[in-house]
Structures are given as C-alpha cells and as structure tokens.
C-alpha cells in the first residue's frame, strides 16, 4: 500500500509538468495563432502566401520531429542551444498548435457573413470595433468545438516531450515500468481521463453559455 501511495505522489509530481506545458502551450499559442491567422488572410499577397507556406510546413512535420529540430537544431548551427529541454518543447508546442488554431480562427472569421461587417460600419463603427464588438463573439460560439478538440488532443499531446528526456507523467511511469512494475503505466490513463472529463465538462459550460448565437 505504501508503493501505492509513493507511486501515486510521483505520478503527480509527473503529472504537474504535463499540465505545466498544457497550460503555458495555450497562453502563447491561442493568440499567436490569432495573429497567424490574420497573415493567412491578409490582402498582401507575398505575405498571405508567405504565412500559408508556413502554416502547411508545420501542420505537415510530426510534432516529435519538430520537437527534436528546436532542441538540436539551434546548437548545430548557431552553437547556442536552447536554454533547456523544458523551454524547447513549449516552443515546438506554440508554434506547432498556434497554425493548428490559426487554421480553426480563419475558418471561424471567414464564416461569418459579410453584411455583418457592412452594418457594423453603416453605424459608424472602425473595422477593429466591428470585429471585437460584433464578429469576435460569434467566431468564438463557431470554433469552440474544433478548438476544444485541439486543446484535449494537446493534453495527450504532451507525452511527446519524454523523447527530448523531459520527465512528465509518462516518463514517470516509464521510469518505474523499469523497476518490474508494469500497472503505473495504466494507471496514467486515469490522470488523463480525469483531466480530459474536467476539460470536456468546461467546454460543454462554454458552448451552452453561447448558446444565444443560435439563429
């Protein structure tokens, strides 16, 4: 019972750089992604085509390669590595899911009707304010549930980073599998289950919360 509870403590422990790079992933990577949407969308051509390029390069690599070319990569070329495993994997991760997201907001803004942005303006509105004031909302009703299911893809997502030996939760596990036990390994699925069900219930709130945008 005592392993029990010591594995359960590291599981945790584990578990706790798993959420870190959860969380740190979506604070850089949901308005990157905004941005990199806008490029996408954008009238000037070289650049619209020159983000594009970029967004299909990253959605077409595994995120394990891109993973391992922001690790290495730096210090081969430039003899200056990333300060960290830790910090190369929440750069891979941004850039990687901020294209993904980029992607889901571009076909949120290009849904919505263009009369909307045409009333918006009859009642003297700048382009910026029709667009937090009156697209903004409405994009988010659109896209919550893609981008629910990106960010619960991102929580398993993160067990990727073990390859660069950066310790989260499966690592955990791994590292006691070594020892002749094999149930810790199982045991992580109700760490994720547990996560992803508290994820699921906080986007089922949100969508029910926007449900005034119905038509």
């Known amino acids: 019972m005592a392993d029990f509870w010591k594995i359960t403590f590291d599981l945790l422990n584990g578990f706790q750089t798993t959420f870190l790079i959860w969380a740190l992933t979506l604070v850089f990577a949901l308005p990157l992604g905004l941005v990199i949407s806008f490029g996408s969308m954008s009238k000037f051509t070289p650049l619209r085509y020159l983000v594009k390029t970029f967004v299909w390069i990253i959605r077409g690599i595994p995120l394990m390669l891109q993973i391992f070319i922001i690790f290495y990569v730096p210090g081969f070329i430039f003899g200056a590595p990333v300060a960290s495993r830790f ?3 929440i750069i891979a991760f941004t850039i990687n899911y901020a294209c993904y997201f980029s992607e889901i907001y571009r076909g949120g803004i290009e849904s919505i009707s263009r009369s909307q942005y045409e ?6 509105m700048t ?4 667009f937090f004031r009156v697209i903004l909302l409405q994009v988010i009703k659109r896209i919550t549930a893609p981008m629910s299911n990106e960010v619960i893809t991102l929580v398993k997502d993160t ?3 073990r390859v660069i ?6 690592k955990v596990a791994e590292d ?3 020892t002749g036990l094999i149930w810790p390994l ?5 760490y994720y289950l547990m996560f992803v069900g508290m994820l699921t219930l906080l986007f089922g709130y949100i969508e029910r919360r926007l449900d005034y945008f119905k038509a």
């Open 186 to 190: 199982f045991y992580t699925g109700l």
């Open 165 to 170: 030996m950066v310790v989260e939760i499966i």
């Open 119 to 124: 009333a918006g303006q009859v009642l003297g």
């Open 87 to 89: 910090t190369s994997a």
């Open 176 to 178: 006691i599998a070594t």
């Open 159 to 161: 067990a990727l980073v």
């Open 127 to 130: 382009k910026p304010q029709v």
